[in-house]
């Protein structure tokens, strides 16, 4: 099955973007050193946030599936962000060099299990995979907390 979304997005000065798909709405923008008004994250926290928000709703679906509680999760990310193309240097092909992102859970879960809602994520979530197609080097490491 393929979805194609089309949400519209509203333009906003200059280096803002209102993006509506749905409920709730959001802004990504830019801070006013670099054009925009600060209303919201800019374009490339967005999308290394977005692998956030995978890995926790991808997680939580995978553990479900596989009846492993989890509980909550917390996580810490380091991103290598090569930013000679956003700042118009020159061209960069994989500007998202690396990304480590540190998964740790508050749930009853053994580590082993830990390992298998992780291996299950990484096998269904859309944001781990377009990094990882773009030659992002992604490492996700899950623990407990």
Same mark, same amino acid.
């Given at each position: 099955?393929?979805?194609?979304?089309?949400?519209?997005?509203?333009?906003?000065?200059?280096?803002?973007?209102?993006?509506?798909?749905?409920? !709730?709405?959001?802004? $990504?923008?830019?801070? +006013? @050193?670099?054009? =925009?008004?600060?209303?919201?994250?800019?374009?490339?926290?967005? *999308?290394?946030?977005?692998?956030?928000?995978?890995?926790?709703?991808?997680?939580?679906?995978?553990?479900?599936?596989?009846?492993?509680?989890?509980?909550?999760?917390?996580?810490?990310?380091?991103?290598?962000?090569?930013?000679?193309?956003?700042?118009?240097?020159?061209?960069?092909?994989? !500007?998202?060099?690396? $990304?480590?992102?540190? +998964? @740790?859970?508050? =749930?009853?879960?053994?580590?082993?299990?830990?390992?298998?809602? *992780?291996?299950?994520?990484?096998?269904?979530?859309?944001?781990?995979?377009?990094?990882?197609?773009?030659?992002?080097?992604?490492?996700?490491?899950?623990?407990?907390?």
């Amino acid at each position: 099955m393929f979805l194609t979304p089309t949400p519209p997005a509203c333009p906003t000065p200059p280096a803002g973007i209102l993006l509506v798909a749905g409920a !709730p709405t959001a802004v $990504i923008d830019e801070p +006013v @050193a670099r054009g =925009g008004t600060n209303e919201g994250p800019s374009p490339t926290v967005t *999308a290394y946030s977005a692998l956030i928000g995978c890995t926790n709703v991808i997680g939580h679906k995978c553990a479900q599936k596989l009846g492993i509680d989890i509980g909550h999760l917390s996580f810490e990310m380091e991103v290598d962000f090569d930013r000679r193309g956003v700042l118009l240097i020159e061209e960069v092909d994989v !500007p998202f060099k690396a $990304i480590r992102l540190i +998964v @740790a859970a508050d =749930g009853p879960a053994s580590q082993e299990e830990l390992g298998m809602v *992780a291996a299950e994520t990484e096998k269904f979530c859309p944001i781990s995979k377009l990094y990882e197609q773009a030659g992002t080097d992604l490492t996700v490491n899950w623990r407990k907390a």
